[in-house]
């Protein structure tokens, strides 16, 4: 069974930075793809990036040139750096892993922005 746990989230300060962590149990190369989400309060949830097995990576508008993500096969982990953050950039944000048959989300974490 795919479980993929998020950590990182918290209060920061409009203009700061957060480093959000992906765990995923096993080896994060036998997914197709892994992406960040994520979902404001009373809006749909978004994709932000994606990265394929490949290494081939995909950003939205909203986040490119701010939001870097990264992987360490080492630790079975998908990174999301987010810098130069924005009061709109308060969401709970989740990690999403796909094979050919399944998508699986973990349960988010919480990124604030305000002053």
């Known amino acids: 069974q795919v479980q993929l746990v998020e950590s990182g989230g918290g209060l920061v300060q409009p203009g700061g930075s957060l480093r959000l962590s992906c765990a995923a149990s096993?080896?994060?190369?036998?997914?197709?793809?892994m992406g960040w989400y994520r979902q404001a309060p009373g809006k749909e949830r978004e994709l932000l990036v994606t990265?394929?097995?490949?290494?081939?990576?995909r950003y939205e508008e909203s986040v490119r040139g701010r939001f870097t993500i990264s992987r360490d096969s080492a630790e079975n982990t998908v990174y999301l750096q987010m810098n130069s953050l924005k009061p709109e950039d308060t969401a709970v944000y989740y990690c999403n892993a796909v094979t050919r048959f399944s998508t699986y989300w973990g349960q988010g974490t919480q990124v604030t922005v305000s002053s």
């Open positions: 990265i394929t097995s490949g290494g081939d990576t």
């Open positions: 096993g080896n994060i190369f036998r997914f197709n793809a």
